[in-house]
């Protein structure tokens, strides 16, 4: 993860230590600043905590095992693409950088630094780990970019829903449509993946004239689409199977905490909370995007016809298990793995 020292340096070499200082400074300032915008969210999230005991026990097992499930297949993917059997290496520095990311100003690069410097030192090699954390991400992202086009035939057939959240799932869509193309969905039509660059260079030329796309950039995302088939080979299908059960067993977690607080709602409009969450939660303000997620999925889910107070409950219950109790499993991991790979 990085120190920075204040012992007195050269003059030559005082701008990157400064600089270093300075960055690391606006994070926790940006961090604080995403905190007090979303504090009361997240007291009224808290509030509800109490509630949880009212939940039946049931219920807050299935949560628990279907999250537990979404990590495994995660740990799954992982041992795919780093072409490793180690699973106590995996799963140890998965568990480990995941915390990290959702604890730490930096978030997700605080999380991949430390992931990668832990197989590093479980004795993979670094350019297997670059390429295959690259994979597992561009596949983790494609599949949630698929979730809109299993959500938008309910609202075709006519199914109730509230305007803003179709703007959300139109948008999500749209977003991700160029990282689906491009991230290793389209693995065997080269089609879309043409068409998606072709769409990019044309947006790019309207909206920067002074710098625009290269004109070969259909080439490229296609070249960056075949590199990734090529290096997944005859294992495309587990690693898409993993991908999918990741994101799958996730979705289903929020389901059953839906179902949790007694209410029956769609299953397709949860899909749409979930997915519009799912685009609020990558915002980097805050670790783990904390706080804008617990605003985020509660507004979303009202909008689906969770009544309010549910909504506040379903997410506590949710966020439960798919965010504090990952945290010290974290900690708990790290310590196991520096037991058996001590730190060079």
Not at 171 to 176: E, N, P, R, T, V
Not at 304 to 325: D, E, I, K, M, N
């Amino acid at each position: 993860m990085g120190e920075f020292s204040l012992t007195p340096i050269e003059s030559n070499s005082s701008k990157p230590a400064h600089k270093i200082i300075v960055r690391r400074v606006l994070m926790l300032a940006i961090t604080g600043v995403g905190l007090y915008l979303v504090w009361p969210s997240l007291i009224a999230a808290f509030s509800t905590w109490p509630d949880l005991a009212t939940l039946d026990p049931i219920w807050l097992l299935a949560i628990g095992v279907l999250e537990a499930s979404s990590f495994f297949c995660m740990w799954l993917l992982l041992g795919l693409v780093l072409r490793t059997k180690e699973r106590f290496l995996v799963s140890t520095s998965q568990l480990a950088s995941n915390a990290a990311g959702r604890i730490l100003p930096g978030g997700a690069a605080v999380g991949g630094a430390l992931q990668f410097q832990m197989l590093r030192d479980g004795g993979l090699d670094a350019a297997v780990i670059g390429t295959g954390l690259g994979v597992a991400s561009a596949l983790a992202t494609a599949v949630l970019a698929a979730l809109p086009l299993l959500a938008i035939p309910p609202i075709l057939a006519g199914v109730p829903v509230h305007e803003d959240l179709v703007d959300a799932v139109w948008i999500g869509s749209a977003l991700f449509g160029v990282i689906f193309a491009g991230g290793a969905v389209a693995l065997f039509l080269d089609g879309p993946v043409l068409i998606a660059g072709r769409v990019v260079r044309w947006v790019g030329r309207r909206l920067r004239r002074s710098r625009p796309p290269a004109a070969d950039l259909p080439g490229v995302l296609l070249a960056k689409r075949n590199e990734v088939r090529q290096f997944l080979g005859k294992l495309w299908r587990r690693a898409l199977l993993a991908t999918a059960g990741k994101v799958g067993f996730d979705y289903l977690a929020l389901v059953s905490a839906v179902a949790a607080v007694g209410v029956r709602a769609r299953p397709s409009l949860i899909l749409l909370a979930f997915v519009a969450a799912g685009i609020l939660s990558m915002i980097p303000i805050t670790p783990g995007g904390l706080g804008f997620v617990e605003a985020g999925l509660t507004a979303t889910l009202v909008l689906a016809g969770v009544p309010s107070a549910q909504a506040f409950l379903a997410t506590l219950a949710y966020r439960l298990f798919s965010y504090w109790l990952p945290l010290p499993a974290g900690l708990v991991a790290y310590n196991l793995f520096r037991r058996r790979y001590p730190a060079r």
